[in-house]
């Protein structure tokens, strides 16, 4: 068994997490890696409504006896959510942890304190990872260029930030962006995390609610399968490559605007993609690792492995080394 502080301040057995993904975040998935002994998020504005989020937290307690969280991402929006229902939600739930991303979460900070929510705050620079820290959060997450979803915008890889955020962040860290294998957690350790999250290599579990498709299309890819969208607009996505994605690149590169791709990137073209099959039809996120996903396992079969395999190279190909 590995332990880190991580596993100590955030009540987890390993130390590896299952962060918010929107569209996947769901009951099934959490509740399959609280039982295999990680950390596992609800996303919250995958639910609908508050209500419908108080309702899924009560169906993943009826899934598990284990700790998981709820992911509160916070994001510039015409029509925003309402963040403050869906975090009085989270605070009277008796959840014992939340992932905040996106914006600063200063203004939610106090509310999760009284309710004795510790936060685990995602960023994707050593800047952000220290005015969290500053803030008063229990734990950062780093996210490195190679990451699903959002990279940010400095373009610096895990091998760097991981320990350039180490050498200032006292709280503890965990490295997101690349994982997938015990030999990623052992690398994280080495450079100064506590634990990895993964997002990508999760979405290739039987529990992941999606359809069998979308994994599949996980296995197949490559390293190089990914595109970078947004990069013009200054809100760089990473994302599977596919027809979609493919062209939404295309229009941007031609000088077009968000307007002229605004269909194209639609959420609910995305969500449909889970939900049918048809990988081309919109954009879903996908890091880099994807070149490290061979199969789609149990979560409990994916725990277990990283774990055993992070055992062996530290008791065994690095301890030989030192011999």
Same mark, same amino acid.
């Given at each position: ?18 962060? /918010? ?5 769901r009951?099934e *998935? ?8 990680? &950390? ?8 609908p409504?508050?209500e ?15 700790p ?24 009277g739930? /008796?959840?014992? @942890? ?6 600063n979460?200063a ?7 009284? !309710? ?5 705050h ?9 005015? !969290?820290?500053? &803030?008063g ?5 780093? $996210? ?5 979803g959002?990279?940010?915008?400095? $373009? ?5 930030l ?15 962006g ?6 990623? &957690? ?9 634990? #990895?999250?993964?997002?990508?290599r ?11 498709? @979308?994994?599949?299309r996980?296995? +197949? ?6 595109? *970078?969208?947004? %990069?013009?607009?200054r809100?760089?996505?990473? #994302?599977?490559?596919? !027809? ?10 031609g000088?077009?605007?968000?307007d002229?791709? %605004? $269909?194209?990137?639609a959420?609910?073209?995305?969500r ?5 099959? $048809? ?12 070149? &490290?996903?061979?199969?789609?396992p149990?979560?409990? +079969? ?9 055992h ?12």
């Open positions: 068994m590995l332990r880190t502080r991580f596993c100590e301040v955030f009540g987890v057995a390993h130390p590896i997490v299952q962060g /918010g993904m929107q569209w996947v975040g009951a *998935l959490v509740a399959a890696v609280a039982n295999a002994g990680a &950390l596992g998020f609800l996303t919250a504005l995958t639910q409504t508050p419908d989020l108080a309702k899924e937290i009560v169906r993943c307690r009826e899934l598990t006896d284990k998981f969280g709820v992911n509160l991402t916070i994001l510039p929006s015409i029509n925003p959510p309402p963040y403050a229902e869906y975090r009085d939600v989270i605070t739930s /008796g959840v014992p @942890v939340v992932e905040t991303a996106g914006f979460p203004e939610h900070l106090p509310a999760f304190r009284a !309710a004795g929510v510790k936060v685990l995602k960023c994707t620079s050593v800047r952000h990872a220290v005015k !969290a820290q500053a &803030l959060v229990d734990g950062v997450s780093i $996210d490195g260029f190679e990451c699903a959002h990279p940010g915008e400095d $373009d610096v890889p895990g091998l760097v991981i320990p350039a955020a180490a050498e200032q962040v006292t709280i503890p860290m965990i490295a997101s690349g994982f997938a294998d015990g030999r990623g &957690l052992v690398a994280a350790l080495a450079l100064g995390a506590d634990g #990895v999250n993964m997002g990508t999760f979405l290739a579990t039987a529990e992941a609610p999606v359809h069998d498709n @979308v994994k599949q996980l296995v +197949e890819a490559s390293e190089r399968d990914t595109e *970078l969208i947004f %990069r013009s607009l809100n760089t996505a990473r #994302v599977a490559s596919n !027809a979609a994605s493919r062209e939404v690149v295309g229009i941007l590169a000088g077009g605007g968000f002229d791709v %605004r $269909d194209l990137v959420g609910s073209r995305g449909k993609v889970y939900e049918t099959g $048809d990988v081309d039809l919109g954009i879903w996120s996908a890091g880099v690792v994807q070149g &490290l996903v061979h199969d789609v149990t979560v409990a +079969e994916l725990v277990s492995r990283i774990v055993a395999e992070a062996e190279i530290i008791a065994g190909r690095l301890a030989g080394v030192l011999a």
